[in-house]
């Protein structure tokens, strides 16, 4: 059973962005395998080093697109970023 499943109230209305989010999720719920499976340490750490990489690109893609709108959240949403960044680099 997945640990995140996508639904649409996860949806933010752009397209680039909620596959984005769909394939963060799927990663996620690989990671979240991954410690059920035989080989656990070597298969989290494959999963994590994929997640980062998607990570920084969707997040770089994201705060690109809201400067562009001139979102007016997007401070709140780089720290948000920065703090998700940082849980993940402790592991």
Wanted: charged fraction near 30%; aromatic fraction near 8%.
């Amino acid at each position: 059973m997945p640990l995140v499943e996508w639904s649409d109230d996860l949806s933010v209305g752009i397209d680039r962005i909620d596959d984005q989010h769909k394939e963060l999720i799927r990663l996620l719920n690989d990671l979240s395998a991954a410690f059920n499976s035989p080989n656990r340490q070597n298969t989290a750490e494959i999963c994590l080093v994929r997640m980062r990489a998607y990570m920084e690109q969707h997040f770089s893609d994201e705060e690109q697109l809201m400067e562009n709108a001139d979102y007016p959240e997007i401070q709140t949403q780089k720290t948000e970023h920065k703090r998700f960044r940082d849980k993940v680099a402790l592991y």
